[in-house]
């Protein structure tokens, strides 16, 4: 078996996950709930896990079992269950072993970004891609989590690097597509929505694009998840309520979040120990 030792600072563990009357660092309830959490969670990777907590460090050394050496697997496993603050805790952990891996990198800013702790999650994206600059969704997910921070300017400059990078990429397009629509900029967004249409995303969005721009469309649009056309007049009722809805102007940052898409850029691959 292999060994692996992860360390995190004791101040570091997210105490939402503990006990409220073990939420202060440096007390017996405290370490007895860290460790009790731990074992629990490792019982899930195979192998066998030693545990030390004092005031100032957790530490954790696993013996991977041979079946199931990569502990990354279980971890997404969660995060695909929506178990974002297990899973985000114990990616902090597994990156105190790989700080350079991109995948374990990658992954902890997905679910940093899902999470709402957007200025960490930029921080690790960027390095992320600093680390990988061919893998496409990570300058998805890194441009999302600028647009959801407002920072408009950047994260169009990265969707369109990651577009150009991979024309084909549906997550970039419509990310792309999104964040040009927010800027006011319709005309500019339509061919990466309209490549979306193709990939069976919702097609409200792009509804809303023909309403503003007056642009003729196909007398068909794709409906979620099924190539069965929609009328003509749904379409039209459907621009319009897009039309209303102020919440469309969320679209640009909301794409990473579709099911689909964590379901298809989670990832579990191997790392070394």
């Not at 100032?56 to 990569?70: E, H, R």
């Not at 309520?241 to 679209?251: E, G, Q, V």
């Amino acid at each position: 078996m292999s060994r692996l030792s992860f360390s995190i600072a004791s101040a570091a563990f997210d105490r939402s996950l503990l006990p409220p009357e073990a939420g202060s660092v440096a007390t017996p309830a405290f370490r007895e709930a860290v460790s009790a959490f731990l074992q629990k969670e490792f019982q899930d990777f195979g192998g066998r896990a030693t545990i030390r907590v004092d005031d100032q460090t957790i530490l954790v050394q696993w013996d991977a079992d041979s079946k199931q050496p990569n502990p990354l697997v279980p971890i997404v496993e969660k995060l695909r269950q929506g178990r974002q603050a297990e899973g985000i805790q114990l990616l902090e952990l597994l990156l105190s072993h790989r700080p350079d891996d991109s995948v374990v990198l990658y992954n902890l800013g997905l679910a940093l970004s899902d999470a709402g702790r957007l200025e960490r999650a930029e921080a690790i994206l960027t390095r992320a891609a600093d680390l990988n600059p061919n893998d496409v969704n990570i300058k998805v997910a890194l441009g999302v989590a600028l647009g959801r921070l407002r920072r408009d300017a950047e994260a169009t400059a990265v969707l369109k690097a990651a577009a150009e990078q991979d024309p084909k990429n549906p997550w970039a397009r419509r990310n792309l597509g999104g964040i040009l629509l927010k800027a006011g900029q319709p005309e500019e967004a339509i061919p990466h929505s309209s490549m979306s249409r193709c990939n069976s995303f919702h097609p409200v969005p792009i509804l809303a694009l023909i309403w503003q721009t007056n642009t003729k469309w196909p007398g068909r649009c794709l409906s979620r998840r099924t190539d069965k056309p929609l009328p003509l007049q749904f379409q039209a009722k459907s621009a319009e309520k897009c039309r209303r809805r102020p919440a469309l102007k969320s679209f640009a940052v909301c794409g990473i979040t579709d099911y689909n898409f964590r379901q298809h850029v989670w990832t579990g691959h191997r790392i070394s120990v």
